[in-house]
C-alpha cells in the first residue's frame, strides 16, 4: 500500500521491512531524507516482512495495517514513531 506520496509520482521505492529491525531503521532515516529532498517526485511503498527473533514486529505490522485502513495519517504517525523509538519495542 501506498504509504508516501503521490500515486502519479514517476519515482516508486518499495521498502521491505521490519518495525524492530536495526538495518530497517537505518533505511528510514534514508527514505526520511528522500521524502525532504524529492517530496512528490516520489512514492514510497512499504510491505511487511517481520523477523521471527522480532517478537513484536509482526504485531507492529498488524497495527500498522489497522491504522492504514482507517487513518492514513496515523499510520504515517505509527511509522516514524515506531522508528524513532525502536529500542523501546521489546
Do not use: W
Amino acid at each position: 500500500r501506498l504509504l508516501f506520496g503521490d500515486k502519479s509520482a514517476e519515482v516508486t521505492i518499495i521498502k521491505y521491512a521490519d518495525f524492530q529491525c536495526p538495518a530497517c531503521r537505518m533505511d528510514f532515516e534514508s527514505i526520511e531524507e528522500i521524502k525532504k529532498k524529492y517530496g512528490a517526485k516520489v512514492k514510497i511503498i512499504h510491505k511487511h516482512m517481520p523477523l521471527p527473533q522480532h517478537k513484536q514486529a509482526q504485531l507492529s505490522a498488524e497495527v500498522f495495517e489497522a491504522l492504514l485502513i482507517s487513518d492514513k495519517a496515523k499510520a504515517q504517525k505509527f511509522y516514524k514513531v515506531a522508528y524513532e523509538n525502536q529500542d523501546q519495542i521489546a
